[in-house]
Every structure is written in structure tokens, then in C-alpha cells.
């Protein structure tokens, strides 16, 4: 497991896109990164814009989709790839993501952290922003969003990147009338970052 973690989200985003092109030129198989996430900053998926009045925070584009994520020092944040036919993984695209989910579930369950699907309901939905949407791969506890992950799939190779917000973003970001309804609570104060990276590392030791 790679825990490589530097301050900035860009700094962060663009060790990912390395290790992307390192799987995709032949130089590696499969990687697994899980690290603790060190400054208040924003990611938004390669194919969206951030809102100018957003743009003062740290921010970067990450190479999967997704919305607009809010990321807290002190969460965990990971990244995942390999080839689209490995053997040690599901074949198809939504088996994929869904294994992950399952594998993060498992994790937060060992922490004694009991979780739900993110469902639909019957507020309306901003897919501009992670929490302003419902996808079934991703947890809640309670009404907070706690893990978010998004994947890309490319021609022979895919890329997953989630968080697991274990730290409020409501106390760290600063954001204009409208932003607030975005934010979490995440799993404040449920669980020691410690204990739960060690849990990853043994849960995705195929990798």
C-alpha cells in the first residue's frame, strides 16, 4: 500500500495521474494508495469547472468523474487501478465499484462503523457537487455522506479515487450562501484514522 501524501491537492492529484501513466505504459500492474489528507481543499472531476467563488480554496482536477469534493485535513483519501481484465477483480465496470464499496464497508464495520448505500431520495439532486447527489456505491451515516468514490474506466486500464470523510467539513471551509448544503459531518469523532488505514491495508492486500 502506498501512502505517499503531500500538502496540496494538486500536489496529490498529479502523483495519481503518475501513477496512472506508470500502469498504463506497461511500468506497473496495479496500485493501491490510502493516505491522511493534510490541508482544507477542494477536487472537481477533469471534465467539470470550479465555481469561481470557490477557486481562492486549494483545489485540482482529479482524472476520474464525480462531483465536487470537500476534503478535510485528517481524512483519508485513496486511490486504486489496474488492468479492466484482471484476474484478481470483477470483470465489469459497476462489479468493480462495487467491490471497493464493499471492501470500505467491511473496513468501517471492523471500526464498528455501520453504514448505508447513498439512496435516492426525494430532495433535489446538483450532480455539480459530490453531496448534492445519491449513488448507490457510496456510505452514509445518518443523513452525512461519509465515503465517496468515483471511477474511470480507459481503454485497457481503470482508475478509482474516493475519501473517507472522517473529519467535519463544516468546520474547516468558509463558503458563500449556497456551498453549506454540500458539506458533511463525515464520521467525526467515530473513528481513529490510525485504525482504519490499517484496516484498508489488510482488506486490499490483492492488491
Known sequence: MDITTF???EQNM????????????????HFFRAYEWQQA???HSYNKNLPGDLMAIDHASRATGGGIVFHSPGDIVFSLGGYNKQGFLPQGFKEKIEWVSKKVTEAL????VQTTP?????TPQNIQFCNGYHNPYERMVGEQKCVAIAMRRFREVFM????IHLKS????FEVGDGYE???TEGLYGKVERSELQKILGVLFDVF
Not at 118 to 122: A, L, N
Not at 160 to 163: E, I, N, P, R, S
Open 7 to 9: 500538502k496540496s491537492a
Open 14 to 29: 498529479r502523483y495519481d495521474d503518475s501513477l496512472l501513466k506508470d500502469l498504463q505504459e506497461g511500468r506497473s500492474t
Open 41 to 43: 481543499s477542494i477536487t
Open 109 to 112: 464495520a471492523q471500526c464498528k
Open 118 to 122: 447513498s439512496v435516492e431520495s426525494d
Open 160 to 163: 478509482m479515487q474516493g475519501v
Open 169 to 172: 467539513n463544516k468546520e474547516v
Open 181 to 183: 448544503e454540500y458539506l
